[in-house]
């Protein structure tokens, strides 16, 4: 099982799928592999460091999370070389060509990105909407060989299937109110893995989401703290998805973008599945739909 998770930002991962990654990864041993992309340079999102400082110390913080979940981890890279931008991420084509060559490369089972706002009175953040956005434009060419061959050249006249994933999206805490789920999975058991590998991340959660105000959080003083604040923060996710548990859980939709996977396919794969069983006969009956498409 090969998974690929791409977003926006360091610490997007561990925020959305970290505790559904490790579940597969303690299920599958060795059969699984995880890769996170991020997609920015992670240098725009801090008061009192410099762009430089910033960025270097995000991409060892997520190298530090990466050792603790056991994937690999990856900066985007256009085809200048460059990655993208913090804050000023746009569709264009380099973009587009850059996630193209990334799932080709690994050619995931499962590709898990972020979800676009469909309600336009929903808050958003920028690079994120612009991440599910080029996901969703891009998809179809997954498996057009010379979609972007003038950025990535290469023998027009060789060419080889590539695997398309199934694409979940995933929960997006900038779209309160407006997020929803097809499959929740319960990642109780991965909880304290989750809070290891967010507590890396030091420069976000203890010093720029208390000083930014928006996450109404003060800088927690041990990872004991920690783990409860985001407990909490699990928890007022269940209760704004309708989801009737205090055990921890994770969300995501299911997509047409990519593969269009059964129901049982889902089942198979994913780790169990917390969903009512209306979630799961009205997720049924879409996917049926789109696979008769």
Not at 44 to 63: D, S, V, Y
Not at 71 to 89: F, I, K, M, Q, T
Request: aromatic share 8%; with cysteine; proline share 6%.
């Amino acid at each position: 099982m090969k998974v690929l998770f791409l977003h926006a930002h360091f610490d997007d991962y561990e925020f959305t799928a970290a505790g559904t990654f490790e579940r597969w990864r303690r299920r599958l041993g060795d059969a699984f592999e995880a890769r996170v992309v991020v997609c920015t340079d992670g240098k725009a999102g801090h008061h009192a460091r410099t762009r430089e400082e910033t960025g270097r110390l995000r991409l060892e913080e997520q190298a530090a999370s990466a050792r603790i979940g056991h994937y690999s981890v990856d900066v985007l890279r256009l085809p200048n070389g460059e990655p993208p931008r913090e804050a000023c991420l746009q569709v264009t084509p380099d973009l587009l060509a850059a996630l193209w060559k990334t799932i080709r490369d690994v050619e995931p089972d499962y590709l898990f990105c972020p979800p676009l706002a469909a309600d336009p009175l929903a808050g958003i953040h920028n690079d994120h909407e612009t991440i599910a956005e080029a996901v969703r434009r891009v998809a179809y060419m997954i498996n057009v060989p010379h979609a972007f061959t003038p950025e990535y050249p290469a023998d027009e006249t060789q060419s080889a299937p590539c695997k398309v994933p199934v694409i979940l999206t995933v929960y997006d805490g900038y779209m309160f109110g407006a997020n929803a789920h097809d499959i929740a999975i319960d990642v109780e058991e991965a909880f304290e893995a989750i809070a290891e590998m967010t507590w890396c991340h030091q420069s976000q959660i203890a010093e720029w989401l208390p000083w930014v105000g928006r996450h109404d959080m003060a800088p927690p003083a041990s990872l004991e703290a920690w783990q409860t604040m985001l407990r909490q923060r699990f928890l007022r996710r269940n209760r704004e998805l309708g989801i009737d548990s205090d055990r921890v859980v994770e969300v995501f939709r299911v997509t047409a973008w990519g593969a269009v996977p059964s129901l049982d396919d889902l089942t198979r794969d994913l780790p169990p599945l917390l969903t009512s069983a209306s979630n799961l006969t009205t997720l049924q009956r879409r996917l049926e739909q789109w696979r008769q498409g």
